[in-house]
């Protein structure tokens, strides 16, 4: 499905989009205070990536937010403190994590429409098939920790990979 196919017309879209008002987040403990859940990408990145299930919130304005951990072959990291927006297909990055395990907020972080690609998907991976199946938001962490083990969850469609 792609952004925002969800049969209404453009109007009614356009006043869903106009009412819309994000929560505030605070943002969550720095990564390694809570469990490391690996997902799957692609077979095409030797890239690994990770979110920190004790950051992982959905909330009541229908965004998941999460702390994202990119881990390169060399054992470099980037973490980021990010939301998707699931009924729009689009992210927003809150903050960066820093060596000293503090975050840098980027304070007028902007949404992003999230792009189906072959290579650099995992945005896409994550709002397709870990947290927002079919643009609807998980219910709670427990639901996307278990959509993040299980190497996809159940509503998306999406099959979990060998090995997983």
């Not at 702390?67 to 009924?87: M, N």
Request: charged share 25%.
């Amino acid at each position: 499905m792609e952004p925002g196919n969800t049969g209404k017309s453009d109007w009614e879209l356009e006043q869903e989009k106009r009412a819309w008002r994000e929560a505030d987040a605070p943002l969550p403990p720095p990564p390694g205070t809570g469990e490391l859940l690996p997902f799957f990408v692609s077979s095409a990145s030797d890239l690994r990536f990770f979110i920190d299930a004790a950051s992982l919130a959905p909330s009541t304005d229908g965004v998941v937010r999460y702390t994202l951990i990119v881990r390169s072959p060399l054992g470099t990291e980037t973490v980021s403190y990010e939301g998707i927006r699931c009924s729009t297909g689009e992210v927003k990055t809150y903050a960066y994590g820093r060596a000293d395990r503090t975050w840098s907020v980027r304070p007028r972080g902007a949404w992003r429409r999230i792009e189906t690609r072959s290579v650099q998907r995992w945005h896409d991976a994550l709002w397709r098939e870990y947290f927002c199946p079919r643009e609807i938001p998980i219910r709670n962490a427990a639901e996307g920790i278990y959509a993040l083990k299980r190497g996809g969850h159940p509503a998306s469609g999406a099959t979990p990979p060998r090995g997983y």
